[in-house]
């Protein structure tokens, strides 16, 4: 069974951080694009960073370069998303999702093959 399983959000102070975790199984992972995307109430989904198959490409959303990091980690089946410097425009559901792109970029449009139930993150003080 494929399947992408998030972890990690919560309730965060404005210049707080956390660190999401991606579980992914069923699949092989270094055979797919990851990605990190959110969505805020009555806003769309929006890619927040990739990660290439070999993890040497990442991208980033510009609302969050400098602040976010994206990693994986093979022997564990998980991806990461380091997050600091949180501000309240950050607040949303986080979702994990895989995309099955031989040769292709692992872009940070919204077609992916598959996704997580996503996790909260909340900015506030």
């Known amino acids: 069974q494929l399947q992408l399983v998030e972890s990690g959000g919560g309730l965060v102070q404005p210049g707080g951080s956390l660190r999401l975790s991606c579980a992914a199984s069923?699949?092989?992972?270094?055979?797919?694009?990851l990605g990190w995307f959110r969505q805020a109430p009555g806003k769309e989904r929006e890619g927040v960073s990739s990660?290439?198959?070999?993890?040497?490409?990442?991208k980033y959303a510009d609302s969050v370069k400098g602040r976010f990091t994206i990693s994986k980690d093979s022997a564990k089946n998980t991806v990461y998303l380091e997050m600091n410097s949180l501000k309240a425009e950050d607040a949303a559901v986080y979702y994990c999702?895989?995309?099955?792109?031989?040769?292709?970029?692992?872009?940070?449009?919204?077609?992916?093959?598959?996704w997580g139930q996503g996790t909260q993150v909340t900015v506030s003080s």
């Open positions: 999702a895989a995309a099955w792109r031989p040769g292709r970029p692992c872009g940070l449009d919204r077609g992916y093959d598959l």
């Open positions: 069923g699949f092989t992972f270094d055979n797919y694009c």
């Open positions: 990660i290439s198959r070999t993890g040497s490409n990442t």
